[in-house]
């Protein structure tokens, strides 16, 4: 053997016996941290994340109407929305409730919902037909009368406007 082959094979072996004593983290999605994530976590005190049972039992001990943000952490729409519903949560903060459903760790609560694309936002209001809501009948249109018909109060009406429909800024509140 020539000494650059010798020297070639040594090199080869140290390099891999050099590998086999680095540290190997193994990857899971639970303890990767994002900064979306963090984002998201942040956010929980206006619109705090719900589980399926929870929001259950918000269905049954209600008194104000109820706005569900039924997002995913991987789609893009969905964190792309959260700040604009996390500053609507914090306008409307005692008028309305605003709760996140993450539909990943809640698939049977988003079935229930009828939840088929996303990122969807459910307005829930105690005088609406559950049936309804639970068949996804719930088109923009619709979304932004029942907010206009449970709130009858302009400033409202027109942060929601803005906040969801793409509305003009307030100038005043009342």
Known sequence: MSPQS??????AIASYSASAF???TPYTSKTSTTTTQLQMAEEIKAAPMVTGEQLETMLQEW????VVDAYAT???PCLLM???FEAAAKDL???VRFVKLDTDLEPQMAGRLGIMGLPT????DKNDDM?????GKAPMAVLKERIEGALRKDSIVDLANYHFFGGPMPTQLS
């Open 6 to 11: 010798l020297l070639l094979a040594i090199l």
């Open 63 to 66: 008194d104000t109407p109820l």
């Open 82 to 84: 959260s700040p604009e």
């Open 74 to 76: 991987w789609c893009g």
């Open 121 to 124: 936002l459910l307005f829930l």
């Open 22 to 24: 680095a540290p190997v």
């Open 93 to 95: 903060e005692g008028k």
């Open 131 to 135: 049936e309804a809501v639970e068949q």
